[in-house]
């Protein structure tokens, strides 16, 4: 069993920054990758950026293209979401998850765990 925990969530004014973090622990981690996926209310989860563990390749829904991006730490397990120039529509739960083998739906699907998500809230 796999257990994710993000942190780094918080209220910023527009045009602030935040770092999300997602530390995977549990059994010997190995993951074809991880993502990031949001959730505002009255909405439905929407994918915002994943990598691959391995070879680091990034994908970025076009909504956060150059202001968002996505990292990975191999030693530590863990998957960062650099936030940069955030806008009040960006308000959203966020969510890690990972993937431990590669499905044709990624980056978009194929995840089998995730967090309990940790809230971003930007004011305008």
């Known amino acids: 069993q796999v257990q994710l925990v993000e942190s780094g969530g918080g209220l910023v004014p527009a045009g602030g920054s935040l770092r999300l973090s997602c530390a995977a622990s549990?059994?010997?981690?190995?993951?074809?990758?991880m993502g990031w996926f949001r959730q505002a209310p009255g909405k439905e989860r929407e994918f915002v950026s994943a990598?691959?563990?391995?070879?680091?390749?990034?994908t970025y829904a076009d909504s956060v293209k150059g202001r968002f991006t996505i990292s990975r730490d191999y030693a530590k397990n863990t998957v960062y979401l650099q936030m940069n120039s955030l806008r009040p529509e960006d308000t959203a739960l966020y969510y890690c998850?990972?993937?431990?083998?590669?499905?044709?739906?990624?980056?978009?699907?194929?995840?089998?765990?995730w967090g309990q998500g940790t809230q971003v809230t930007v004011s305008s």
């Open positions: 549990g059994r010997t981690f190995s993951a074809y990758g």
């Open positions: 998850a990972a993937a431990t083998w590669y499905s044709s739906s990624w980056p978009e699907e194929g995840y089998n765990y």
């Open positions: 990598i691959t563990w391995v070879r680091r390749n990034t």
